[in-house]
């Protein structure tokens, strides 16, 4: 009689715990995916801000295309993911969005104009891949002040020139305040091996 009752005690013990194990594995996901995203978007807008000082938004273009790579480079090594950003409409082909960030960025739109505040826009899923599977989380990026000198409806004739001239299939402009200008998108794999 008493093997009885401990048996269906043991058998829900065994069942929550990879519950558990995978919510753990999400909750320490989500914190690193914050932590770069934050460490990432400080180092390019400083990078920026210094660009803009600097020689203005032509200068800014050089960052966008040269520094902002290596930047990413560095903080998906520090917390051992692969951070970069996308979006629906992107100026560097390198950029461009794959299904999955596709699905989301539309989602992001979609939330926006129902009213949610942009600064909230972020997902976070477990796709299952070949080798095993992936968490993947995103995070829209607002446009702002800063943003419209390249990414606006009124640019520059040099600054156009400069973007034409770097990006022949240029599609991020026409951007106003307030638009999702894209997202960072995080992704930290993990292979079957390691997973059981």
């Not at 992001?108 to 909230?120: D, V």
């Not at 826009?121 to 943003?147: H, Q």
Request: proline letters at 4%.
């Amino acid at each position: 009689m008493p093997l009885r009752r401990f048996i269906p005690f043991f058998f829900v013990l065994g069942f929550s715990m990879p519950a558990v194990a995978e919510n753990e594995e999400q909750a320490a996901f989500e914190r690193d995916a914050q932590l770069a995203i934050k460490d990432l978007s400080s180092h390019l807008k400083k990078a920026l801000m210094s660009a803009l000082q600097d020689g203005g938004p032509i200068e800014a273009i050089s960052v966008c295309k040269l520094v902002a790579p290596t930047i990413a480079d560095e903080v998906s090594k520090k917390y051992s993911l692969d951070i970069h950003r996308t979006s629906l409409r992107v100026r560097n082909l390198d950029n461009e969005a794959d299904s999955w960030e596709t699905g989301v960025l539309q989602k992001f739109e979609t939330r926006l104009k129902t009213g949610e505040a942009i600064q909230s826009l972020n997902f976070v899923e477990k796709v299952d891949s070949e080798l095993g599977y992936d968490w993947r989380y995103m995070k829209a990026i607002p446009t702002d002040k800063v943003c419209l000198s390249c990414h606006g409806s009124k640019i520059a004739l040099p600054v156009q020139k400069m973007i034409d001239q770097n990006y022949p299939n240029d599609m991020a402009t026409g951007y106003k305040m307030g638009d999702i200008r894209g997202a960072f998108s995080v992704k930290r794999s993990y292979s079957k091996i390691n997973a059981n």
